[in-house]
């Protein structure tokens, strides 16, 4: 075990110290994740020491207090802030494993001569490696900017929902609506606004789009937990994750952004590709026919809403739903609804090319979504590339 802990450390020294040598060089992460560099965050390190110790029990080797302190520092110097390591840090901790190795080192030294050839026999690989089984489980990421501003535009939805959107309160327009559109989907009832048609039938494609753009940093159930304990709420809660995302997700096809709110004010968004992405994510959202068939559908809907019809007096229509926006609350709070999860879906298109190597597009072609209303999104989930194509975060 020593001497498994002897090969671990000096490549994690190794690892530390081109770390602190990539942060100086491309100081942002969507920079470096896209160069393929490794982005080592400060949760990583602090369960990586605990692993190491717990998997070489240090503790209860006779003379090892030394090296065991030293793992321990790894794990003070990553919570000593928040935020991505700095290049100090970095070079402390590759210190600080480089003191481990010595250490353990000089306890091998100790050895009698025939422990020492029945250790080397024993090696096999490291039970260390944050590949392997020992890797540490993901926590979530602090609260930063993007919760709060999600927190606040959720509250803010709300509030006006309630007190200054236009229309009475309650609402006798919009179940009238929602009765109608249940009662005959399709075709377009004759009493129903184009307009509105296409905007009520556009929350479940938007919905979808976002699903896919979510998921893949919405982390992974495990299997084993929920065998273990099936009705605990923790085991419905992936690692790295305060929240589950599918009952949210769910849920924002009815209410939108009512339910997407909650969750990205606390979601912890992952800077790299998942380690084992769910199967619905590897075998639905991340297929670009998935973004085919959405794009289809959304190329559906002026057709379908009746947009398109031959002689269609459009200036009777926009007045026409002008019209609703002032006297429905439940319109003008499902208009802004949808602008909404457009907008969130313009911002997780910019992430998600940083997952896939193209943080340079990111800005544009999330911006590009926004021109493209609904549309946009979709077109991006059908050509984006693969996850696999993308090193993950802890790999060289």
Same mark, same amino acid.
């Given at each position: 075990?020593?001497?498994?802990?002897?090969?671990?450390?000096?490549?994690?020294?190794?690892?530390?110290?081109?770390?602190?040598?990539?942060?100086?060089?491309?100081?942002?992460?969507?920079?470096?994740?896209?160069? $393929?560099? *490794?982005?080592?965050?400060?949760?990583?390190?602090?369960?990586?020491?605990?692993?190491?110790?717990?998997?070489?029990?240090?503790?209860?080797?006779?003379?090892?207090?030394?090296?065991?302190?030293?793992?321990?520092?790894?794990?003070?110097?990553?919570?000593?802030?928040?935020?991505?390591?700095?290049?100090?840090?970095?070079?402390?901790?590759?210190?600080?494993?480089?003191?481990?190795?010595?250490?353990?080192?000089?306890?091998?030294?100790?050895? !009698?001569?025939?422990?020492?050839?029945?250790?080397?026999?024993?090696?096999?690989?490291?039970?260390?490696?944050?590949?392997?089984?020992?890797? !540490?489980? *993901?926590? *979530?990421?602090?609260?930063?900017?993007?919760?709060?501003?999600?927190?606040?535009?959720?509250?803010?939805?709300?509030?006006?929902?309630?007190?200054?959107?236009?229309?009475?309160?309650?609402?006798?327009?919009? !179940?009238?609506?929602? +009765?109608?559109?249940?009662?005959?989907?399709?075709?377009?009832?004759?009493?129903?606004?184009?307009?509105?048609?296409?905007?009520?039938?556009?929350?479940?494609?938007?919905?979808?789009?976002?699903?896919?753009?979510?998921?893949?940093?919405?982390?992974?159930?495990?299997?084993?937990?929920?065998?273990?304990?099936?009705?605990?709420?923790?085991?419905?809660?992936?690692?790295?994750?305060?929240? !589950?995302?599918?009952?949210?997700?769910?849920?924002?096809?009815?209410?939108?952004?009512?339910?997407?709110?909650?969750?990205?004010?606390?979601?912890?968004?992952?800077?790299?590709?998942?380690?084992?992405?769910?199967?619905?994510?590897?075998?639905?959202?991340?297929?670009?026919?998935?973004?085919?068939?959405?794009?289809?559908?959304?190329?559906?809907?002026?057709?379908?809403?009746?947009?398109?019809?031959?002689?269609?007096?459009?200036?009777?229509?926009?007045?026409?739903?002008?019209?609703?926006?002032?006297?429905?609350?439940?319109? +003008?709070?499902?208009?802004?609804?949808?602008?909404?999860?457009?907008?969130?879906?313009?911002?997780?298109?910019?992430?998600?090319? +940083?997952?896939?190597?193209?943080?340079?597009? $990111?800005?544009?072609?999330?911006?590009?979504?926004?021109?493209?209303?609904?549309?946009?999104?979709?077109?991006?989930?059908?050509?984006?590339?693969?996850?696999?194509?993308?090193?993950?975060?802890?790999?060289?």
């Amino acid at each position: 075990m020593l001497l498994q802990l002897v090969s671990h450390t000096a490549v994690m020294e190794d690892m530390m110290r081109q770390s602190a040598a990539d942060v100086e060089e491309m100081p942002g992460v969507e920079e470096r994740l896209e160069a $393929g560099r *490794p982005v080592i965050r400060r949760e990583d390190m602090v369960q990586s020491a605990s692993v190491m110790l717990e998997n070489s029990g240090l503790a209860d080797i006779p003379g090892a207090h030394a090296a065991a302190s030293s793992l321990q520092r790894i794990a003070t110097i990553a919570q000593a802030d928040q935020g991505q390591l700095r290049t100090s840090e970095y070079l402390a901790i590759a210190d600080a494993y480089s003191a481990v190795r010595v250490d353990c080192q000089r306890l091998l030294e100790a050895m !009698p001569r025939q422990q020492q050839d029945e250790s080397k026999q024993r090696v096999a690989p490291s039970s260390f490696s944050m590949k392997a089984d020992a890797t !540490p489980e *993901p926590v *979530p990421e602090p609260i930063g900017a993007a919760n709060a501003i999600a927190g606040l535009v959720w509250v803010g939805l709300v509030a006006w929902s309630f007190t200054a959107a236009p229309g009475p309160f309650p609402d006798p327009i919009g !179940p009238q609506l929602v +009765a109608t559109l249940a009662a005959q989907p399709v075709p377009r009832p004759e009493s129903i606004n184009e307009l509105f048609y296409a905007v009520f039938n556009s929350f479940s494609v938007v919905a979808a789009s976002i699903a896919a753009l979510t998921l893949p940093s919405g982390g992974k159930l495990e299997a084993e937990k929920l065998q273990a304990a099936p009705t605990a709420l923790a085991s419905w809660i992936p690692a790295g994750q305060r929240v !589950p995302a599918i009952p949210f997700l769910w849920g924002s096809v009815v209410i939108g952004y009512f339910a997407l709110g909650p969750y990205f004010a606390l979601r912890s968004a992952r800077p790299g590709p998942p380690e084992d992405a769910g199967w619905c994510t590897r075998n639905i959202f991340e297929q670009r026919a998935f973004g085919v068939v959405l794009s289809a559908l959304t190329l559906s809907l002026p057709f379908s809403s009746g947009l398109l019809s031959p002689g269609l007096d459009y200036a009777a229509v926009v007045a026409a739903f002008n019209d609703l926006l002032s006297s429905s609350r439940f319109v +003008a709070v499902a208009s802004v609804d949808i602008v909404l999860m457009l907008v969130l879906a313009a911002t997780l298109i910019k992430e998600d090319c +940083a997952r896939r190597g193209w943080a340079q597009r $990111g800005l544009a072609l999330g911006a590009g979504s926004l021109l493209l209303p609904i549309l946009g999104p979709c077109l991006y989930l059908a050509v984006r590339p693969p996850l696999d194509d993308t090193p993950p975060p802890l790999e060289r």
